[in-house]
């Protein structure tokens, strides 16, 4: 069966006038399935029963089924998500002070070992198609229904949970489409950003495509560093060449690219690092989000003094470098956005039902 949650505007178009309805039925289904984020056809009122019926024999609106939900302290709200084949995915939502925001993953595990990430840890398995990546804004709009708020408070998007999102780029950039599409999710361009290690023909779709805004996730000043936090990233693409690839980006008057900085007591937040940031990045169009590491008990690293991060802000910003610290949030139940922690995961695949093949 197909899920409509699966095509592209195009393609349900495509789909409807090839069963013999007009096409402006695909707007009203398209709305019914992004819009108004409804699972039965029967809720379609404005669709003939007949066109009704057909499209129950043929199609399925599949989301992600809620495998369980965990609330932090200060609001923070992680979903782990079973997709059709068992795999388990993470979407987290993020509350802030005038808006909420959803970190969405768009892997099942991670290609890319970044030592600091546990989803790293996991390997990777396989990508997720449009209809799971979508799935998750589907299931977190229902969340906030459900909990009697405005599932339009949910007003950012970032890619950065589990995996890399330019390693699934097709099924990214079809997602990003229907995102965007003002009767589909209605998400603006400004309101979605795409966090990547770097990957060169990813940047140069993304780029073209103005569907997204940039965060690079850059977490060392130099090649040697970085190589040592994030080896397949690095050694892929080294940072001079990743540098390179940046500066070509296309940027619109007074866009950056933000830089995401993990930073990890020792390894990577002393004053020189700071100042290696500020030789790297002190004239290009660059912003810095510092991240404190979220560090579990057996980790490989810890997280950083609060005294060290303010003092690598503050060489950042006196060097006119726009810098600011991000808060983490929903450290009680490791949701720390771009830091997922696997152990969930782990966890739940300790206690998987056998039926679950994937992983
Ligand atoms: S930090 Fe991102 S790219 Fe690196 S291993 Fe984790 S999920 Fe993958």
């Not at 229902?142 to 998007?157: C, S």
Request: aromatic letters at 6%.
């Amino acid at each position: 069966m197909k899920n409509l949650c699966n095509m592209t505007f195009e393609e349900l178009r495509d789909f409807v006038t090839g069963r013999g309805e007009p096409a402006y039925r695909a707007e009203q289904v398209w709305q019914w399935v992004w819009a108004k984020g409804v699972r039965s056809f029967e809720e379609m009122t404005n669709l003939a029963k007949d066109f009704r019926s057909d499209l129950a024999q043929v199609t399925e609106i599949r989301w992600p089924e809620v495998s369980e939900v965990l609330v932090s302290a200060d609001t923070t709200v992680k979903f782990l998500l079973r997709l059709t084949d068992g795999a388990l995915v993470e979407a987290v939502l993020i509350p802030g002070r005038t808006h909420t925001t959803l970190c969405l993953s768009t892997q099942v595990g991670c290609a890319m070992g970044c030592t600091f990430c546990s989803t790293g840890d996991m390997g990777f398995a396989r990508n997720m198609t449009m209809a799971e990546i979508l799935g998750q804004v589907l299931v977190a709009r229902q969340h906030m229904k459900d909990t009697g708020r405005d599932a339009k408070e949910i007003k950012n998007l970032v890619f950065m949970g589990m995996g890399e999102p330019l390693l699934n780029l097709d099924e990214l950039m079809r997602s990003l489409a229907v995102l965007n599409s003002e009767s589909g999710l209605g998400f603006s361009q400004r309101r979605i950003t795409v966090s990547t290690v770097g990957i060169l023909k990813g940047l140069e779709v993304l780029g073209d495509s103005e569907l997204a805004m940039l965060a690079v996730s850059l977490h060392a000043p130099t090649q040697e560093l970085r190589e040592q936090l994030m080896p397949t990233a690095a050694k892929a693409v080294p940072l001079d060449q990743l540098m390179a690839a940046l500066d070509s980006y296309p940027l619109r008057p007074r866009q950056r690219i933000t830089y995401e900085y993990i930073m990890l007591k020792g390894v990577n937040d002393r004053p020189e690092h700071a100042k290696g940031l500020v030789k790297l990045l002190g004239q290009r169009k660059a912003k810095v989000n510092l991240i404190a590491y979220n560090a579990g008990p057996d980790d490989l690293y810890q997280a950083p003094e609060r005294m060290d991060i303010l003092t690598f802000e503050k060489i950042l910003l006196v060097k006119g470098l726009v810098a600011t610290i991000r808060t983490s949030k929903g450290q009680d139940i490791n949701a720390a956005c771009g830091q997922l922690k696997a152990d969930f995961i782990r966890r739940k695949l300790a206690n998987r039902d056998p039926k679950d093949t994937n992983q």
